[in-house]
């Protein structure tokens, strides 16, 4: 099975912009579909993007849409999550999740493999 180490948290004011690294280790993700979550204090975990790593097709979520960015690196087996123009409501804990089908759904609950989680800290 694949693991994920996540990487790339942290504080950045309102406006910044933060990259988060989700790198797999034992294997590659040749086959997986990969999402970033997400969850703030208090709330349910939240799809932020995905992409199918063999395919390349891509999905944001609404809030993300058009301020985050996903792609994937072969070389380094890794994906990645830019965010930029940051706002305060972005804050949470961020995590990358593998779905062996090769697309990257957005139920949380559908996916087996997790990475741990990294704090992203908006300051207004």
């Known amino acids: 099975q694949v693991r994920l180490v996540v990487s790339g948290g942290g504080l950045v004011q309102a406006g910044g912009s933060l990259r988060l690294s989700c790198a797999a280790s034992?294997?590659?993700?040749?086959?997986?579909?990969l999402g970033w979550f997400r969850q703030a204090p208090g709330k349910e975990r939240e799809f932020v993007a995905g992409?199918?790593?063999?395919?390349?097709?891509?999905a944001y979520s609404e809030s993300s849409k058009g301020r985050f960015t996903i792609s994937r690196d072969f070389a380094k087996n890794t994906v990645f999550l830019q965010m930029d123009s940051l706002e305060p409501e972005d804050t949470a804990v961020y995590y990358c999740a593998a779905h062996p089908s090769g697309l990257a759904p957005v139920n949380q609950a559908l996916y087996p493999y997790w990475g741990q989680g990294t704090q992203v800290t908006v300051s207004s």
């Open positions: 992409v199918a790593w063999n395919l390349g097709d891509t």
């Open positions: 034992g294997r590659t993700f040749n086959g997986y579909g």
